[in-house]
C-alpha cells in the first residue's frame, strides 16, 4: 500500500479557529497524530494518557485530546494526539471513519464513502 499526503484543517474546540495542516494519510494508526504545540495553541485540552504501539513494536504514551477536524468541507470531532515537535501529522483511522472517507491509494486521494449500519 502506498502513502500521500491530505490538506486538512485542525480547529480549536470552540470550532471559531482553523488552522491548515498537511498530514500522511495512515490508515493503520488509530488516532490523528498533530504536532502539540499547534493543538496546544489552538486551546485543546489533554483528556488522556493513551499508550500505543509503534511501527518497531515499542510502546510509548502519548497525551490524547478532542478537537475538530475539516477536509474538503466536511468536519467532525475527533480524538487527537499530541505529537512530538518535528513529526509529520498523520491522518488515522478513527478521523476518517468519522468523516465517511475512505482512501483511493492508486489516485491518492481521499473519497467519500456511505456509512454502514449493519
Do not use: K
Not at 44 to 71: E, K, N
Request: aromatic residues 6%.
Amino acid at each position: 500500500m502506498g502513502t500521500f499526503s491530505a490538506s486538512i484543517e485542525i480547529g480549536s474546540p470552540d470550532g471559531a479557529r482553523f488552522e491548515p495542516v498537511r498530514a500522511l494519510v495512515d490508515t493503520g494508526a488509530s488516532y490523528t497524530t498533530i504536532p502539540g504545540t499547534m493543538l496546544r495553541n489552538l486551546g485543546v485540552p489533554v483528556h488522556d494518557q493513551v499508550t500505543f504501539i509503534l511501527a518497531d513494536g515499542s510502546r510509548i504514551q502519548r497525551a490524547v485530546g478532542q478537537t475538530w477536524i475539516r477536509i474538503d468541507g466536511r468536519s467532525v470531532i475527533t480524538l487527537v494526539v499530541f505529537g512530538d515537535e518535528g513529526v509529520e501529522a498523520l491522518l488515522g483511522a478513527y478521523t476518517l471513519q468519522g468523516l465517511l472517507l475512505g482512501v483511493d491509494t492508486p489516485n491518492e486521494r481521499l473519497v467519500p464513502v456511505p456509512g454502514l449500519l449493519m
